[in-house]
């Protein structure tokens, strides 16, 4: 009876990891941002309406910091821009180029889309990050 019921859980274990490899395989995370945020010298946020330039270097550190702590989704971008809108459109500015992000809500949550790259949720208090709600 012992090795029956051993085996049961045995099998349970074995499908269960079975199952998350197989959800893991066909719907992965995005990767964690990896911005040179050092080298962030200028970002730049734009709305339909509005747009607002950081350069003071606390202010790029602390919406950098911000954005490169996003959690990772298993969605996948497959778009220049989001389907979502309205979304803002955030710009950081390094000496190798231009890093273009999207930030937009859905279904009460914040979401972060790098092009191609990914999309991350991140907690809605960054639309309180220097008066950005105010773009």
């Known amino acids: 009876m012992k ?3 051993s085996s049961t859980i045995v099998v349970i274990i074995i499908l ?9 395989t066909i719907f992965p995370t995005a ?6 945020l050092e080298d962030i010298f200028t970002i730049s946020i734009f709305s339909d309406t509005e747009s607002r330039v950081y350069t003071e270097k606390e202010d790029v550190e602390e919406i950098s910091n911000y954005i490169a702590s996003a959690k990772p989704t298993r969605k996948i971008s497959m778009n220049d821009t989001p389907y ?3 979304y803002y459109k ?6 190798g180029g231009i890093y273009r992000i999207y930030l937009y809500e859905d279904n009460s949550n914040m979401y972060i889309e790098l092009p ?13 990050i220097k008066q950005f709600y105010t773009i």
């Open 31 to 36: 990767k964690p941002i990896k911005l040179p």
């Open 3 to 5: 090795i029956k019921d």
């Open 116 to 128: 191609y790259y990914g999309i991350y949720v991140v907690d809605e208090k960054i639309l309180l």
């Open 90 to 95: 955030i710009d950081m500015e390094t000496d």
């Open 16 to 24: 269960l990891l079975g199952g998350f490899l197989i959800l893991n």
């Open 84 to 86: 979502n809108k309205p």
